[in-house]
């Protein structure tokens, strides 16, 4: 079992800095979020993890193995990502041909199943397929390659209701034939947030969070109420959002609460969900920066 | 490293016999078929059908292709390898190993061609009179002259590879005429040091002005230097790459 460690990853293009010293470890055989707004900078650190750019400093180990330009390494890793590397002119069939050369080998059962499944013509040039089935194509690899870490950027990107019902699904079913390290990069937070164990959020290229889902989810409360119960009972606590309706008012909290506070019968406390956690830790690190 | 490039390599190779055979197809097209046609609509008779160099002709289309895959396909062919989770290393020998497999086929076609028209190899009388071991240091030398070629289209494919479309369309543009001032140049330090010109070009062929022969020593390391300078400017360059955004 080989552990991922991303070591204090800095990312400059030109005078624009996309990643600021970014650390974070990936266990084998979990599957993980990685979560946040366009330009945050996620598809940035997902090609220097499986070196297909260079960090402006920093490394990825294996273990204790640095993975650039390391074949072994590399082989233990497939990035599906928006960008379409496969040759336009290369048949679907011909495509997975050459996933197993490189690889050593393929899930052929499978693939056949899910191209089944997906309704998915081996025989059709990859250059022909809609958006939906160029990622369709990219998911049917990334689930039959026998890499030990995958990493879906936008996996869902151009897929129907249905076909994205059906992947997350049959993610599932391949997890647990053959666990293995899934990482997820999505903006469909609702979606996935059944899915995975843990997330990383990324803004302004800084990791924000580094959690079990399960916890920072309990860290986390929606308070509402009359206003003035509601800021009274808030106040010098990690507010992260406000929302107002009339009367009734609610803080979004991240943190502890304090204990030794009462609960005022006029008050509702809830846990958030990841998504308006999400969208409230981003929005008030966003609001802070203007101000 | 190296099973992975082996296989990397044969799948290069075959990708290429198989757009070389494309390329072969349009060739025959334009070259033997339209011709005929031409001439049996306008003269009733086939002397559009040309066969002779016909050997010669296809060589040259594979020297061509060769060459245009070296400058063309590498960055293709880094996204390819890269998203199937091999480093630029491996992809860079296995390339280098599909191109040797490819100027193989066309060195021995050379040579059986040249055997046939002229009874003598290409480069033979470089060697002395012809024997067997002369024979062979002349195809030697043919297949490395090849592979120099090959190697300094690598070196620059890779280098144009890296750049972003704009810049490798200023290059286009750009080096032709930088390049075309500097020759006129060149040529004019050239005319102006014909004596030293002269000695260094001699020095390279290995001339000697007394018996008026070459020694192929010199030329065969010139020609040595200069593919690994270019194999290892070609690793440099690779090396480097990296996903692009255009």
Known sequence: MTTLHVNHISQHFGKHQVLKDVTMTLEPQKI??????????????LNIITNRIFPSSGDVMLDNTEVFENDDCLSKMYLMSEANLYAERLKVRKIFDLVQMSYG???????????????????ERFGRLSTGYHSIVKLIIALCVPADYIFLD????GLDANHRELFYQELLAAYEKRPRTFVISTHLIEEIANLVEHVFMIDDGQLLADEDVEE?????????????????????????????????????V??????????????????????????????????QNEH | MNTKSNRLAIYNFKNSLFHLGTTYICFFAIVVIVPTLISLIVSSNMSGMTWSNFVSELLAVAIFYTIADCLFFNYNNFKLTIQNGISRRTAWLARVKGILLLSLPIVIVQGIDALVDHGSLLYAGLFGTPKGAEWGAALAFDFMNMLSLFATALA????????????????????????????VQLVKAMLKNQEAVANVLKAIIGYSDKTGMMNPLNISL???????????????FSSKMKLRRD
Request: glycine share 10%.
């Open chain 1, 154 to 157: 936008e996996p869902v990107l």
């Open chain 1, 216 to 252: 920072l989810i309990a860290r986390s409360y929606a308070i509402t109420g009359p206003r003035p119960a509601v800021l009274a009972y808030t106040e010098g606590l990690n507010v992260v959002g406000e929302e107002s309706l009339g009367q009734i008012t609610t803080n979004y």
């Open chain 1, 105 to 123: 080998q393929f899930d052929w059962p499978l693939a056949h199943e899910l191209a089944g499944k997906f309704q998915v013509n081996l025989e």
């Open chain 2, 222 to 236: 010139f020609v040595l230097v200069w593919l690994v300078v270019m194999l290892l400017l070609s690793f440099f």
């Open chain 2, 156 to 183: 620059v494919g890779y280098g144009l590879a890296l750049l972003s479309k704009r810049g490798k369309a200023t290059v286009i543009i750009g080096v032709p005429i930088v390049g075309l001032i500097l020759l």
């Open chain 1, 254 to 287: 991240f943190g502890t609460l304090d204990d030794t506070r009462i609960i005022p019968d006029s008050v509702t406390i809830e846990h958030l969900d990841l998504q308006k956690l999400f969208v409230y830790l981003t929005n008030g690190r966003h609001q």
């Open chain 1, 32 to 45: 993980y979020g990685l979560l946040g707004r366009n330009g945050a900078g996620k598809s940035t650190l």
